[in-house]
Each structure stands twice: as structure tokens, then as C-alpha cells.
């Protein structure tokens, strides 16, 4: 077992003596042996370790009787990714360095240092303000949706976008750098996660999250923390469980296939809806969409070559700079030649367009 785990004999002895990973039972000559149940728990116990969680922590989360191994293993794939993210920004980073330095320009010591340990959104968050900004026509529906809530919680808050100026709003925001962007006499902002809400059980009359679910560490957890701390939820998230998504949408079917690896593991828009007790609804998108989400210019193609534009969405980031590149580099390609217009002719007489953006409302 000591082997398979690439842990020592030691370190499994101390386990088992601090109650973490109890062998299910003892051979004749005396050795621990580990049954399937005892293997799960001991992958989790060490995935968690690999994580940087420390023994109480671990012990915290693997004794969580609301806890089953699914759960677990969206949890783990959630972290797991951030700190992909984490890393991808960092490269991305220091590929900018790089060609910044082979064109003899330095940067400057407090750049230096801004790449290491950063999230992924400090590494995108400052282009925020110029590109994301609340869509009128989306606002209407979400706003429609909280009802006649009075309360509202606004998880994954950001800058303040999509928040009703006319109701009471308690945001919540993990990033320094999105607080740090919220506009004077935006509504108080707390720094917490959405799986651990620091309120009580129905504190809010609804609870909101625009764009925000896919950046989760555990996207079900957070939905069902929505679900305690309010009496009406309402999500404005992405569907990537329907047969062909990939192909909805020229950006990703033509140009950065890779985004489909960005969603592997993703909760279906079922398992979703079901988290919070809801229903989903189809959103579209207009053709002139004041927010700069991925998706917002499939009408508008050129936008996606402005560097601007890319560096406000996650999805730049987590591709890595070598796809971006491609996908860029050809759709500059495309364009100039004529082919995007003919490949994607239909588009043009569309106001709206139905790219799988959902909203959950319970």
C-alpha cells in the first residue's frame, strides 16, 4: 500500500495512529490490510495533503458525514484546477517577460513579483472595468427573477455588476483585486468563498451569482450554500451538457477546441438546477452585448483580436498562450480572407443568439 501511494510505511503507521486512515483489518502475521472503502479514504486523505491542507484540516473534511466520495472528487477537481489556473496565469506572465525582455525591456521590480501566487483573478481582474460591464437586457431578466426580494446576496459578486440598485445587496468577493474595483457606494462586500457563506440558514430573501459558478472550486457545494442562506436562488451560469455544445458557437467549434477541456467534470445543468431545486432557462445573447463575457461578440468578431478584450475572460487564461495564439492568428486570417464571413454568413441577420448560456431560478 506504502508503494502504490508513494507514501512511507511511516507515514502510514502515523495515519492509522491519529485515527486519519484506520486499516479495516490484520493479517495473521500482524500487517495492516487496507480494503476498498480504506483506499478511498487514503486517496482523498492524500490528495488533500498534496493540496496543502494540513492533518486537522484533512481530518475536517474526509469526516464530513454530508460528504460521500463524489462529492469529494468534484471537490478535489475544483482545487485542482484553480491551481491549474493559478499556474497558467503565471506562465502566461512570464511568457510576457520574456518577450518583453528578447525585445530589451525590463520590468519592473513590483511587476516581477505580482506573478507569483497570484489567482487567476488578479492576473485578469484590472481588465475588467474597461470591457465587463452589466448587460441591460440580461439585468432584466435576473432582476425579474429575484421576484419582490427585498434582501439580496450576491455571491461571486466582482466588481458590482448585474447588482439591483433598488434592493438591499450583501456582496461577496474571495479576490482582493475584484473588492478592490468596486465602485464608491457599491453595496458592502464580504471576502468569502460560495461553498463556506459566513451567514445563517434563510439570512437573505434571494440569493444571486452572474458568471461567476465555473471559477467554484466545488460548483454544487456553492449551489446548495446558495440554497441555505436564501429563500429564492437565481444563476446566471453556462450549459455544457447538451449533445453538440462545442459546435454552438463558431469561437469554439472553429478556432479553440480546447475549451471543451476546460469543462471536463463540469456539473450537468441538471445536476445544477437540482442543487438549488430549480429550473433553467434559456438566456440569449444580443447581437450589441454591453458585457464582455466570451461569448458577447459572436457578431463581432474583430473583437476577439483585441488583446483588451481576451485578457477580461478567464477562458484566454486557462487555454494557455499557445492556443490563444492559434485560435487568434487564424481567425485574423479568416477575417482578412473573407472566410469567418462565409463560413458564418447566417449570423448576420440574427439580433440574438442562443449559445447556451442558462438561467437557474428556485
Same mark, same amino acid.
Given at each position: ?213 465555473? *471559477? /467554484?472550486?466545488? !460548483?454544487? =457545494?456553492? &449551489?446548495? #450554500?446558495?440554497? @441555505?442562506? +436564501?429563500?429564492? %436562488? ?62 458577447? *461578440? /459572436?457578431?463581432? !468578431?474583430? =473583437?476577439? &483580436?483585441? #488583446?483588451?478584450? @481576451?485578457? +477580461?475572460?478567464? %477562458? ?47
Amino acid at each position: 500500500m506504502a508503494e502504490l501511494a508513494g507514501v512511507s510505511v511511516r507515514t502510514l503507521h502515523h495515519y492509522d495512529e491519529i485515527g486519519l486512515v484506520h486499516p479495516s483489518a490484520r493479517t495473521a502475521s500482524g500487517y495492516r490490510a487496507y480494503s476498498p472503502d480504506d483506499v478511498e479514504r487514503l486517496r482523498e486523505v492524500l490528495a488533500y495533503r498534496r493540496l496543502g491542507f494540513g492533518l486537522r484540516e484533512v481530518a475536517d473534511l474526509v469526516d464530513d458525514p454530508n460528504t460521500d466520495a463524489v462529492t469529494h472528487l468534484h471537490r478535489l477537481r475544483g482545487l485542482l484546477v484553480e491551481q491549474r489556473d493559478r499556474a497558467a496565469a503565471t506562465v502566461t506572465a512570464i511568457d510576457r517577460e520574456l518577450e518583453a525582455r528578447a525585445m530589451g525591456i525590463r520590468t519592473t521590480p513590483e511587476e516581477q513579483l505580482k506573478v507569483f501566487g497570484a489567482r487567476l483573478y488578479e492576473a485578469i481582474g484590472s481588465a475588467y472595468p474597461a470591457t465587463r460591464r452589466t448587460e441591460p437586457r440580461i439585468a432584466a431578466r435576473i432582476w425579474e427573477a429575484l421576484g419582490d426580494a427585498r434582501t439580496v446576496l450576491n455571491v461571486g459578486a466582482g466588481t458590482g455588476s448585474y447588482e439591483p440598485q433598488d434592493r438591499e445587496v450583501t456582496a461577496v468577493e474571495p479576490s482582493a483585486v475584484m473588492r478592490a474595483q468596486r465602485p464608491a457606494g457599491a453595496a458592502p462586500c464580504v471576502a468569502a468563498s460560495a461553498e463556506r457563506l459566513p451567514f445563517a440558514d434563510q439570512s437573505f430573501d434571494a440569493a444571486m451569482a452572474v458568471s461567476t459558478v465555473h *471559477h /467554484w472550486p466545488d !460548483p454544487i =457545494a456553492g &449551489l446548495r #450554500e446558495l440554497k @441555505r442562506v +436564501a429563500r429564492r %436562488v437565481v444563476v446566471f451560469t453556462y450549459d455544457a451538457s447538451t449533445t453538440g455544445w462545442l459546435q454552438r458557437f463558431w469561437l469554439t467549434r472553429d478556432y479553440l477546441p480546447e475549451f471543451a477541456d476546460l469543462l471536463v467534470g463540469w456539473p450537468s445543468l441538471a445536476d445544477m438546477a437540482h442543487a438549488i431545486g430549480g429550473r433553467a432557462e434559456p438566456v440569449l445573447i444580443p447581437w450589441d452585448c454591453a458585457d464582455g463575457f466570451f461569448e458577447a *461578440h /459572436w457578431r463581432r !468578431p474583430e =473583437a476577439y &483580436l483585441d #488583446e483588451h478584450v @481576451r485578457r +477580461a475572460v478567464s %477562458v484566454w487564461t486557462r487555454v494557455g498562450p499557445q492556443a490563444e495564439q492559434r485560435a487568434v492568428n487564424m481567425l485574423r486570417d479568416d477575417l482578412s480572407s473573407g472566410r469567418w464571413a462565409e463560413c458564418n454568413r447566417d449570423l448576420v441577420a440574427l439580433d440574438a443568439a442562443e449559445l447556451g448560456l442558462r438561467l437557474l431560478v428556485a
